[in-house]
């Protein structure tokens, strides 16, 4: 009773605080979110009956203490994204290596379900079902790690038809165990998409300034006691004082220009023949110099992993002159494919995937000659090209600088549907339509004027023609 008081009071002082300062109030991060607390009692209620349930499933051989299988494997994950999600106010967000370091324990429970639905140990065989419902929510708190437009709440809702759908044969066949399991799984699974929807409806946002993988987990905090009047206040320590700044004398600057001959005296002189006017060969004004290359501050070793069932990652690719992605062993219509913190290299993807992401990308270029079932992103990269040449649903470009866009005649021209192309908070972003021979290249607006307002409160915009 003590702890829902506290956590009480901490929200009405959140509430206070927002109503004094005319906005929202900044998160404390020493407070747990409402997300992980909300997840916290779904924890505690609905999913520890669910676990509960295990003990009679089946015909009741199945053995629930064992860590290596399906209870405990669930209990791991969910107790790992719950102190993932209890950093939300503390850190900031993490970059890939970082998260996936912190959810290494829900990847490994995710990899010990996956290898028990295809066990081949007699005596689990029969619960071959089972593992499979086990399999689907650990896979549902993957939903941590999707940011638009891969929604968490659809993947939790892709998760839960399919443990319904496994679910409905425990109705039918089942014995009495595997029907109590079921009626506690619909429980868990009852409110779980909304919760998701309410609280992570666009991701997990972080809101601190540590790095996750250093920072403390903070604990659940009671009510603060009162302030003790008897104890003594701090010594006020005092700032630093600053450094004076150093000025230039511009007396003195202006008085040695001004000494003529004496400061030229020591230079070299230039030969009437050595100027370019009396010259013989004929002289271009031009500077000539190969493609300028990013600068790699630390050199690191290129990795390919797989994060989450579909899902692969190519991190820290550099000075690469061509990586050729076609292996339809791992990849399929499934797969979605994340470049991060990759310099100086050129990819091209050589099959059908679902979507590819390129985020914190440095002088790449990435060429698509295969369909695109959903979309591709660049996030927070500089000097990227993307080559579309085949058909993609959405492009979106967001947070980067000199991005381009070539769009080939499958891609724009003879597509069944143009791509829906959206950009935010880039500079010199430029979109290149493939025509035959010919090519349009066309710079995406940056200024926008706003030349009023309408009735229902919308302001007019256009965007800004600055002439030739």
Same mark, same amino acid.
């Given at each position: 009773?003590?702890?829902?008081?506290?956590?009480?009071?901490?929200?009405?002082?959140?509430?206070?605080?927002?109503?004094?300062?005319?906005?929202?109030?900044?998160?404390?991060?020493?407070?747990?979110?409402?997300?992980?607390?909300?997840?916290?009692?779904?924890?505690?209620?609905?999913?520890?009956?669910?676990?509960?349930?295990?003990?009679?499933?089946?015909?009741?051989?199945?053995?629930?203490?064992?860590?290596?299988?399906?209870?405990?494997?669930?209990?791991?994950?969910?107790?790992?994204?719950?102190?993932?999600?209890?950093?939300?106010?503390?850190?900031?967000?993490?970059?890939?290596?970082?998260?996936?370091?912190?959810?290494?324990?829900?990847?490994?429970?995710?990899?010990?379900?996956?290898?028990?639905?295809?066990?081949?140990?007699?005596?689990?065989?029969?619960?071959?079902?089972?593992?499979?419902?086990?399999?689907?929510?650990?896979?549902?708190?993957?939903?941590?790690?999707?940011?638009?437009?891969?929604?968490?709440?659809?993947?939790?809702?892709?998760?839960?038809?399919?443990?319904?759908?496994?679910?409905?044969?425990?109705?039918?066949?089942?014995?009495?165990?595997?029907?109590?399991?079921?009626?506690?799984?619909?429980?868990?699974?009852?409110?779980?998409?909304?919760?998701?929807?309410?609280?992570?409806?666009?991701?997990?946002?972080?809101?601190?300034?540590?790095?996750?993988?250093?920072?403390?987990?903070?604990?659940?905090?009671?009510?603060?006691?009162?302030?003790?009047?008897?104890?003594?206040?701090?010594?006020?320590?005092?700032?630093?004082?600053?450094?004076?700044?150093?000025?230039?004398?511009?007396?003195?600057?202006?008085?040695?220009?001004?000494?003529?001959?004496?400061?030229?005296?020591?230079?070299?002189?230039?030969?009437?023949?050595? /100027?370019? +006017?009396? %010259? *013989?060969? @004929?002289?271009?004004?031009?500077?000539? =110099? &190969? !493609?300028? /290359?990013? +600068?790699? %501050? *630390?050199? @690191?070793?290129?990795?390919?992993?797989? =994060? &989450? !069932?579909?899902?692969?990652?190519?991190?820290?690719?550099?000075?690469?002159?061509?990586?050729?992605?076609?292996?339809?062993?791992?990849?399929?219509?499934?797969?979605?494919?994340?470049?991060?913190?990759?310099?100086?290299?050129?990819?091209?993807?050589?099959?059908?995937?679902?979507?590819?992401?390129?985020?914190?990308?440095?002088?790449?270029?990435?060429?698509?000659?295969?369909?695109?079932?959903?979309?591709?992103?660049?996030?927070?990269?500089?000097?990227?090209?993307?080559?579309?040449?085949?058909?993609?649903?959405?492009?979106?470009?967001?947070?980067?600088?000199?991005?381009?866009?070539?769009?080939?005649?499958?891609?724009?021209?003879?597509?069944?549907?143009?791509?829906?192309?959206?950009?935010?908070?880039?500079?010199?972003?430029?979109?290149?339509?493939?025509?035959?021979?010919?090519?349009?290249?066309?710079?995406?607006?940056?200024?926008?004027?706003?030349?009023?307002?309408?009735?229902?409160?919308?302001?007019?915009?256009?965007?800004?023609?600055?002439?030739?």
């Amino acid at each position: 009773m003590e702890d829902v008081v506290a956590r009480l009071e901490r929200v009405a002082a959140r509430l206070e605080a927002v109503a004094a300062g005319g906005g929202a109030a900044e998160a404390d991060p020493e407070v747990p979110p409402e997300g992980y607390l909300a997840l916290q009692k779904l924890f505690d209620n609905e999913f520890q009956a669910f676990l509960e349930s295990w003990k009679n499933c089946g015909d009741g051989s199945y053995d629930v203490e064992n860590p290596d299988l399906a209870p405990n494997q669930m209990k791991k994950a969910f107790l790992c994204i719950l102190d993932y999600l209890k950093m939300q106010n503390k850190c900031m967000k993490p970059k890939p290596a970082e998260m996936q370091e912190v959810l290494a324990k829900w990847q490994e429970a995710f990899n010990v379900c996956e290898k028990l639905t295809r066990t081949r140990k007699k005596q689990l065989r029969k619960f071959d079902d089972h593992h499979i419902i086990a399999l689907r929510f650990v896979e549902s708190l993957s939903f941590v790690t999707h940011y638009p437009p891969m929604l968490p709440k659809v993947q939790v809702e892709s998760c839960k038809d399919s443990m319904e759908t496994t679910m409905l044969k425990f109705w039918k066949k089942g014995t009495d165990g595997d029907k109590e399991m079921r009626k506690a799984g619909i429980a868990l699974l009852k409110d779980y998409p909304e919760l998701v929807k309410t609280h992570y409806k666009l991701g997990v946002e972080f809101c601190g300034k540590e790095s996750i993988t250093s920072a403390e987990v903070p604990d659940t905090p009671a009510a603060k006691a009162p302030a003790d009047p008897a104890k003594a206040p701090e010594e006020e320590v005092k700032p630093a004082a600053k450094a004076e700044k150093k000025t230039v004398d511009s007396a003195a600057l202006l008085s040695s220009l001004t000494k003529g001959l004496d400061v030229t005296k020591g230079l070299k002189k230039v030969k009437k023949s050595q /100027k370019n +006017k009396y %010259k *013989k060969e @004929k002289v271009k004004g031009t500077v000539s =110099a &190969g !493609p300028t /290359k990013a +600068k790699i %501050k *630390k050199k @690191k070793e290129a990795k390919v992993k797989k =994060a &989450g !069932p579909f899902t692969w990652q190519f991190l820290d690719f550099q000075n690469k002159e061509l990586e050729d992605i076609n292996d339809e062993t791992k990849y399929g219509i499934k797969t979605q494919l994340y470049f991060a913190d990759c310099i100086n290299t050129n990819f091209k993807i050589s099959q059908k995937v679902k979507s590819i992401t390129l985020d914190s990308c440095k002088r790449c270029q990435i060429q698509i000659d295969f369909p695109i079932v959903s979309s591709i992103e660049v996030v927070n990269c500089r000097n990227v090209t993307v080559w579309c040449l085949n058909e993609c649903p959405t492009i979106s470009l967001e947070k980067s600088d000199s991005p381009k866009l070539f769009l080939g005649e499958k891609a724009w021209r003879d597509a069944p549907a143009k791509p829906q192309i959206t950009y935010s908070m880039c500079s010199a972003a430029n979109v290149i339509f493939a025509d035959g021979d010919d090519q349009k290249e066309v710079p995406l607006p940056e200024q926008f004027v706003v030349t009023g307002v309408s009735e229902d409160g919308k302001a007019s915009i256009q965007t800004t023609d600055h002439g030739e």
